[in-house]
């Protein structure tokens, strides 16, 4: 029995050994990593390259440096173009035979399809889309197509009978199906060139979703509507299904690259190395501006001249702003002032909050040095 113990025993002091040299090898680890200068190195080296440490200059600045930028191979874009315009009777025969035109390709195609529009669409009512913009009413889209057929009915039947109709129709309060289905009632005739739906972008953040894709193949079946439109992000074509593009939007793929500078789609994208601000705020706030109607934009100058005349105010009341712009005959009822004033949340030019005596007080979020600059260039 005793050599079985002394084994025991020197089997355990054996194992003991080899736990302490293995322990004493750990901390020896450690500490060697603890004393490393490398990995202190590496983690300051890593926390200096973030790109919010660095110093970014204005964007504005940025975007007024790379508009100088001399453009390049501009022999080459134009013949470019020249061959784009050459195909342009072949792109109104397809619109005839009931497609729609889709653009793609690298390059700003704004100028392109507005050209075709202004040259070779002459017989069509044209609406313009801009799909870049952050956000659209699509439904005012809709409403104001059926307002041109609506229009063109009444001319009808003041020739045939020689009366003046004073017929109308509200279709801002009809509901999209409702309208959808007034157009597709609406019989071609000789003479008619119909309603040319042209949109720009029509993969732009406010049309990617499903709804409103839907909504657009809906209003493409119309028997006297037609779309000419245009993408640029490379997903784009996951947006439709096989019957949208073959049955509804029936699309005729056009590659056209410009090589176009997007300057004026690029100005609701914020530039990687430039720092936001209120120029670049007061500048996105223009270009929507300037794409809604003129009295829109007179509905938005008596908001502007009131707040910088009272800066301390919270707001201006709803009903004040009512009065002051029936009394400029501005609008007409509260429907209209209301149809501006949700065009303006819709692209977030106006905040509304409540006063004090608890009515609704409409605030315009920009300072009043970038507000009286935008007054400025909105004149």
Request: a negative charge; glycine letters at 6%; aromatic letters at 8%.
């Amino acid at each position: 029995m005793a050599p079985r113990g002394g084994h025991a025993a020197a089997a355990a002091s054996s194992g003991s050994e080899d736990e302490q040299e293995e322990a004493g090898f750990s901390r020896s680890y450690f500490l060697a990593k603890e004393k490393e200068p490398s990995s202190a190195k590496k983690r300051a080296s890593a926390a200096a390259g973030k790109l919010s440490d660095l110093n970014l200059v204005d964007e504005q600045v940025l975007r007024a440096s790379l508009a100088e930028i001399p453009p390049k191979h501009e022999k080459e874009i134009d013949a470019l173009t020249r061959g784009y315009k050459d195909q342009y009777r072949n792109w109104l025969f397809e619109l005839r035979c009931g497609f729609g035109l889709l653009m793609y390709g690298f390059g700003s195609k704004k100028l392109l399809l507005e050209d075709f529009a202004s040259t070779t669409l002459t017989d069509f009512t044209v609406v313009v889309v801009n799909g870049y913009l952050p956000s659209i009413n699509l439904k005012q889209v809709i409403a104001a197509i059926a307002e041109i057929f609506w229009e063109q009915t009444k001319l009808k039947l003041k020739h045939r009978s020689g009366k003046k109709y004073q017929l109308s129709q509200n279709f801002a309060s009809q509901s999209i199906d409702d309208i959808i289905s007034f157009l597709n009632n609406q019989k071609t005739e000789d003479g008619d060139g119909g309603v040319c739906l042209l949109i720009h972008d029509i993969d732009g953040p406010a049309l990617r979703d499903a709804e409103s894709q839907q909504c657009l193949a809906q209003v493409s079946c119309c028997p006297q509507v037609c779309i000419v439109a245009s993408v640029d992000h490379v997903n784009a074509p996951l947006l439709w299904d096989k019957k949208m593009v073959h049955t509804q939007f029936k699309w005729s793929w056009y590659h056209v690259p410009t090589f176009a500078p997007y300057k004026v789609e690029g100005v609701f994208y914020p530039l990687i190395l430039a720092s936001g601000g209120h120029a670049q705020t007061t500048k996105t706030a223009l270009v929507v501006l300037q794409s809604l109607t003129p009295n829109a934009q007179s509905v938005f100058r008596v908001l502007a001249e009131y707040q910088l005349a009272n800066e301390k105010e919270e707001g201006m009341p709803v009903s004040s702003l009512y009065t002051k712009c029936r009394e400029r005959f501005l609008v007409s009822s509260q429907v209209t002032l209301n149809s501006h004033l949700t065009e303006f949340k819709d692209h977030d030019l106006i905040k509304i909050k409540k006063h004090s005596d608890g009515q609704d007080c409409l605030h315009i979020p920009l300072v009043p040095d970038a507000l009286q600059k935008l007054l400025q260039e909105l004149a």
